[in-house]
Nanobody, 114 residues
């Protein structure tokens, strides 16, 4: 099973930027589709973006044009560049690997507020 660790969260002002990182440990996830999810207080966890092994990308409508998912297979890393952040982006962001058993990271808190 791929072990995932997210980092890069924090407090940022509206309109600001943040880059989240997800690092694999103990395995290689280069062949798997990777995803970023988020869960805001009192809401369901939702898919934010996915990226396949070959680089095909999908985003939910609310982040299109603002977020960019990318991966570095050589480093077993996946990133989420978050620009033009809005208060409604506030959530715990989780990395996920679409392996046969799946794997979640522990999440990293993103807070967008003045």
């Amino acid at each position: 099973q791929v072990q995932l660790v997210e980092s890069g969260g924090g407090l940022v002002q509206p309109g600001g930027s943040l880059r989240l990182s997800c690092a694999a440990s103990g395995s290689i996830f280069s062949i798997y589709t990777m995803g970023w999810y988020r869960q805001a207080p009192g809401k369901q966890r939702e898919l934010v973006a996915t990226i396949t092994r070959g680089g095909s990308i999908n985003y939910i409508d609310s982040v299109k044009g603002r977020f960019t998912i990318s991966r570095d297979n050589a480093k077993n890393m996946v990133y989420l560049q978050m620009n033009s952040l809005k208060p409604e982006d506030t959530a715990v962001y989780y990395c996920y690997v679409y392996s046969s058993v799946g794997s979640w990271g522990q999440g990293t808190q993103v807070t967008v507020s003045l």
